[in-house]
C-alpha cells in the first residue's frame, strides 16, 4: 500500500509539474508575442518621426527632435502620461515657416509638429487642492521650453478613479487623469486598453 501510495503522489506531482510547465509556455509566448508587438510599434513610430523630420527639413524649417524626447514621466506615470499626449508625443519641435511645413507634411499620411519658437507664456488652470498638475507627474518640468509647456494638454492627475468620479462632479470642466490611465471629464469616463498595440510610448520604454 505504501508503494501505491507513493506512486498515486509521484503521478500527482508529474501531473502538476506538466501544468507548471504548460503553463509558463504558454506565459513566455505571450511576453515573446508583446515584445515583437512593442518593436514593432516602436519600428514603425521611428520611421514616421524620420519622414516627418525630412520633410520639414526638406521645407527649410530646422528641428530638434520629438516632444516626446523631452518628456520624462515619474515612475508609475508613465501610462497616464502617454495617454494624455497621444500621438502629440511625436510631434517634432521645429523652428521656421510654418505654413510651409505643414505644406510639406501634406504629402504624408500625417504629421505634427510643435513651433518651437512659441513664447506665448501659458498659465495653467487652478486645480482642486486634490489634484496634481504636470509638474508633479514629470522629471524635469521646470526644465522644458516655453513651447514644451505649452503643448501639454490641460489635466489635472489623481490616484484613482473614484478620486476622479468624485472631482468631475465638482469640476465638470476640468479632465481628470488617474495613475491607471483612466480620464474623467464630467460625466464621461475614458478607459485605455492595456493591450501591446494601445501601450503609450512611455508605458514601451519603461
Given amino acids: ?64 527632435g520629438a516632444l516626446s524626447d523631452r518628456i520624462r514621466p515619474l515612475p508609475g506615470w508613465e501610462d497616464a502620461v502617454g495617454l494624455v499626449l497621444g500621438h502629440d508625443a511625436d510631434a517634432l519641435l521645429a523652428s521656421g515657416n510654418v505654413s510651409r511645413g505643414v505644406a510639406a507634411l501634406r504629402a504624408l499620411s500625417a504629421g505634427r509638429l510643435v513651433r518651437d519658437d512659441w513664447r506665448a507664456e501659458t498659465t495653467a488652470a487652478a486645480l482642486p487642492a486634490e489634484a496634481r498638475g504636470w509638474d508633479a507627474v514629470l522629471d524635469g518640468h521646470a526644465d522644458l521650453s516655453i513651447a514644451e509647456r505649452a503643448a501639454l494638454p490641460a489635466a489635472a492627475f489623481v490616484e484613482t478613479l473614484d478620486d476622479a468620479l468624485a472631482l468631475a462632479e465638482r469640476h465638470p470642466l476640468l479632465t481628470f487623469v488617474t495613475r491607471e490611465a483612466e480620464v474623467v471629464r464630467g460625466p464621461v469616463v475614458r478607459v485605455s486598453s492595456r493591450s501591446a498595440p494601445a501601450a503609450g510610448l512611455f508605458a514601451q520604454r519603461r
Fill in 1 to 64: 500500500r505504501a508503494a501505491e501510495a507513493e506512486l498515486a503522489a509521484l503521478a500527482e506531482e508529474l501531473t502538476e509539474a506538466e501544468a507548471a510547465r504548460e503553463s509558463a509556455r504558454e506565459s513566455a509566448g505571450a511576453l515573446e508575442h508583446r515584445h515583437a508587438a512593442l518593436l514593432e510599434l516602436l519600428r514603425a513610430r521611428d520611421v514616421s518621426v524620420k519622414a516627418v523630420a525630412e520633410a520639414i527639413r526638406g521645407a527649410g524649417l530646422s528641428e530638434r
